[in-house]
């Protein structure tokens, strides 16, 4: 990548961030960690709408499945 007394350009910053990108995607294993799945993302939408509705009710606690 960068060397001593040699400058990292930004289209250079870029192309590593889209072969990381495309590695994960095809599954290489660079040491990069892990992403994360579909469960996680739906998982934080829920805790956001719990917050959401527990501020609606006052701040009542509100249960997460």
Same mark, same amino acid.
């Not at 990292?8 to 992403?35: H, M, W």
């Not at 939408?45 to 527990?54: C, H, K, L």
């Given at each position: 990548?960068?060397?001593?007394?040699? @400058?990292?350009?930004?289209?250079?910053? !870029?192309?590593?961030?889209? $072969? =990381?990108?495309?590695? *994960?995607?095809?599954?290489?294993?660079? @040491?990069?960690?892990?992403?994360?799945? !579909?469960?996680?993302?739906? $998982? =934080?939408?829920?805790? *956001?709408?719990?917050?959401?509705?527990?501020?609606?009710?006052?701040?009542?606690?509100?249960?997460?499945?």
């Amino acid at each position: 990548m960068a060397f001593a007394c040699v @400058g990292v350009t930004q289209i250079d910053q !870029f192309t590593y961030q889209a $072969r =990381a990108f495309l590695d *994960q995607v095809l599954g290489i294993d660079e @040491g990069l960690p892990p992403v994360p799945t !579909f469960a996680h993302g739906y $998982r =934080a939408m829920r805790i *956001q709408d719990a917050i959401v509705r527990s501020a609606t009710a006052g701040g009542s606690a509100i249960e997460i499945d």
